[in-house]
């Protein structure tokens, strides 16, 4: 059943709109794709592997299996199946893959999910030779049904052709479904693309926009309850007991049951559970909860720093250089705790019955998700089915490795017995629910000789690990999280002596990645510091990195490059009333180097104009390049200058809303032009790597304005 609403209201204005869901076990069986597209029968669909579907309709359906939040894998993922098959665009369709593991597994993971920017890169050939397949097993069919040679048949813009016969790929999806699948089809050379590297609309901007697009918070099942759950409000509390009199006389409320992450609402709507969660009176054990101020806390992350950390990365002599050098630049800089604080906050739907369970969410990590819940329920994983839903951004929010909201939906499933259930997480939930990307401490130290020469580079990162404690443990080595510290390792500049540290910490506040994980503290540290030791040395902080830059480094070298040339760069970093700060990073193998144009606004920094130089390999799709560079920097600017979340007296959250969790405003958006270096290499992500050079360009330009240096962040809580 589903109910009008706002969303409703929008599809109905537009026009009359008929769909339906179907059976999670019609999706994907024995490695073939089999649904109902269009009124098309299984029989009729031509379903020639899991990822490619082509109904009567001549409409080719491409199972996408990577969470679509924004970034564009149904659009991308898409362009490579068109391009192989030779179809035109407007055949496109995209659909989410259902959870499976050895269908759907992300090559780079091993199991299905979405994260570190891998999506295409792990995708690129899979979805090209699942093209390749069907247009191969095509062509066999028309090559069978006109008795000609399969290599004189043409194929172009989805029509199949030999000589005055033609043929859709619809009126030959029955025949071609009866031909047998090419072990390693071959595919097109760069030279033969026709949709590959140009601009193309996202196949979901139409639906997002008209309100026809489903989310989440659109499902709604026949006798579902509302739930919310009131959470510890500190870190690392547990429930000791609780009265829930009152909540229950609050019309709409039908139960309150205590599970693992807290006290359950149940409700008739929304409005009735959290109304019901107001009135609950909870006593909390706090005997094992985090009570530090976040001012305590990096007190004891930079005294950790101070002894050094465990060798994450060791050049040269290492540290040893910088003590006898002629001159020592030192600096720390702290970074916040931050919630990622994507438009659609948490929510989930979980049907339960006697045949098992159904589940509707955003999840980032299927191949988690669903063995968590059916072990929170206690089923075999064959008896529960997980529809991966559009959702509404993520930054690395739904990137859980220990699926801890999949099993809270679970928890609230097993309490409640047979039924449907739909769990919320409201705003304020969501900033005060943790799992926020790591507080951070850098120590930095430089050496300079006497004639001005580097001798010698240390960084030592504290905060705490992501992995440990989780599935992905396993990828640690010798205790060491390399995402803590990722980006300040493998710099692509010669240093003859360095030495990079990371000492762990802990806390019972729960971490997760955040958009683009340890980039995003790692980038703006080292390229600052960086440009400290640049000014000191007298040097030109474009030239100066370049000069700097290694050897076998071209693509770095290529975007610096580009970015000062499109900025008309002269080695002025103060021009009128505006500076011009550089960056440049390189993260999930995408390099990326941009220069901002910053002036004082109110001892604030205003962000005019940003360049912005991207070399991604084979740019797929430009249009999603651009627009994931422009939110990369959006997203980015609004963290530095703003965002944090601190722990007060006692160790609770200060911040609840976007009234306290400031974003960047549309008026506070800068300018920005992008160029994609033309690559023929392998292509890499773009959903993060725009991020971690925006915030030390600004940062740069700032200080080139006005002197000062900001360390710690946001510039807002500085004082610029």
């Not at 089923?379 to 951004?393: E, R």
């Not at 651009?626 to 601190?646: C, H, K, N, P």
């Amino acid at each position: 059943m589903t109910k009008m609403n706002r969303r409703g209201f929008l599809a109905s204005s537009a026009g009359l709109v008929i769909g339906m869901t179907l059976p999670i076990a019609a999706r994907a069986q024995s490695g073939a794709a089999l649904a109902l597209a269009s009124g098309a029968t299984d029989e009729a669909t031509f379903a020639p592997n899991a990822f490619v579907r082509v109904a009567p309709d001549d409409t080719i359906t491409v199972m996408i299996k990577h969470i679509e939040f924004g970034q564009g894998p149904n659009t991308g993922l898409s362009t490579l199946v068109a391009e192989e098959m030779d179809a035109a665009w407007s055949q496109m369709r995209a659909e989410s893959a259902p959870a499976n593991n050895e269908l759907y597994k992300n090559l780079a993971f091993g199991m299905q999910g979405t994260g570190g920017s891998t999506a295409m890169a792990n995708s690129y050939m899979q979805m090209r030779k699942a093209g390749a397949a069907a247009r191969a097993m095509l062509v066999a069919a028309a090559a069978e049904e006109w008795g000609v040679p399969a290599e004189e048949i043409t194929v172009s813009q989805g029509v199949i052709a030999h000589g005055d016969k033609t043929s859709s790929f619809g009126a030959l999806a029955e025949k071609a479904a009866q031909q047998t699948p090419p072990d390693d089809p071959a595919v097109k050379t760069p030279d033969q693309f026709v949709l590959i590297g140009k601009d193309r609309p996202k196949l979901d901007t139409v639906a997002k926009s008209n309100g026809t697009a489903t989310f989440t918070m659109d499902v709604y099942r026949d006798g579902m309850q509302t739930v919310v759950v009131a959470h510890p409000p500190k870190f690392g509390a547990t429930v000791a007991s609780f009265d829930d009199a009152a909540a229950l006389e609050v019309p709409g409320v039908s139960a309150v049951r205590q599970i693992p992450q807290g006290v359950a609402v149940y409700a008739a709507s929304t409005y009735a559970a959290i109304k019901g969660r107001n009135a609950l009176s909870i006593e909390w054990d706090e005997s094992a909860a985090e009570t530090r101020t976040s001012d305590e806390i990096y007190t004891a992350f930079s005294e950790a720093a101070a002894q050094g950390g465990k060798d994450a990365e060791v050049i040269g002599d290492g540290a040893a250089a910088i003590d006898g050098a002629a001159r020592v630049i030192e600096a720390e800089f702290r970074f916040p705790y931050l919630a990622h604080a994507p438009m659609e906050p948490l929510d989930g739907v979980l049907e339960l019955s006697e045949e098992g369970a159904e589940v509707w969410m955003g999840s980032q990590f299927p191949g988690l998700d669903l063995p968590t819940v059916a072990g929170t329920l206690g089923l075999d994983p064959s008896k529960v089915s997980i529809n991966v839903m559009l959702a509404g951004g993520s930054f690395g929010r739904r990137a859980q490795d220990t699926a801890h909201f999949a099993s809270e939906l679970a928890a609230v499933a097993k309490a409640g017995g047979p039924g449907a259930y739909k769990l919320v997480w409201t705003r304020e939930d969501d900033l005060h629910g943790g799992y926020y990307r790591p507080l951070t401490v850098h120590k930095f130290r430089a050496g300079l000789a006497e004639d001005g020469s580097l001798t010698g580079w240390e960084n030592i990162v504290a905060n705490q690990s992501i992995m440990a404690g989780g599935p992905m443990a396993q990828m640690m080595q010798d205790g060491m999280d390399p995402t803590a510290y990722e980006g300040s390792t493998r710099m692509p500049y010669d240093f003859a002596n360095a030495r990079i540290g990371w000492a762990a910490m802990e806390s019972p506040v729960s971490v997760l990645w955040w958009r683009s994980v340890g980039h995003s503290h790692t980038g703006y540290a080292t390229e600052v510091f960086l440009d400290m030791v640049l000014e000191a040395q007298g040097k030109d902080p474009v030239q100066g990195r370049l000069d700097l830059l290694k050897a076998d480094k071209p693509r770095d070298r290529a975007v610096l490059e580009k970015v000062a040339e499109m900025a008309g760069w002269d080695g002025t970093s103060v021009k009128g009333g505006k500076a011009y700060g550089v960056a440049l990073h390189e993260s999930f193998e995408t390099y990326v180097a941009q220069i901002a144009e910053v002036s004082d606004e109110g001892g604030m920094p205003k962000v005019h104009r940003v360049w912005c130089a991207v070399d991604c390999g084979v740019a797929v799709n430009p249009n999603v390049i651009r627009a994931q560079m422009e939110g990369g920097i959006g997203y980015g600017l609004g963290s530095v200058l703003f965002d944090e979340i601190t722990l007060g007296e006692g160790g609770t959250v200060e911040q609840s809303n976007f009234d306290t969790y400031r974003m960047l405003r549309i008026d506070e958006m800068p300018e920005v032009m992008v160029e994609i270096i033309q690559s023929d290499a392998d292509p890499t992500g773009v959903g993060e790597p725009g991020l971690p050079p925006v915030g030390p360009a600004v940062a740069n330009a700032w200080r080139a304005l006005t002197g000062k240096t900001v360390t710690t962040l946001p510039f807002a809580k500085a004082g610029a």
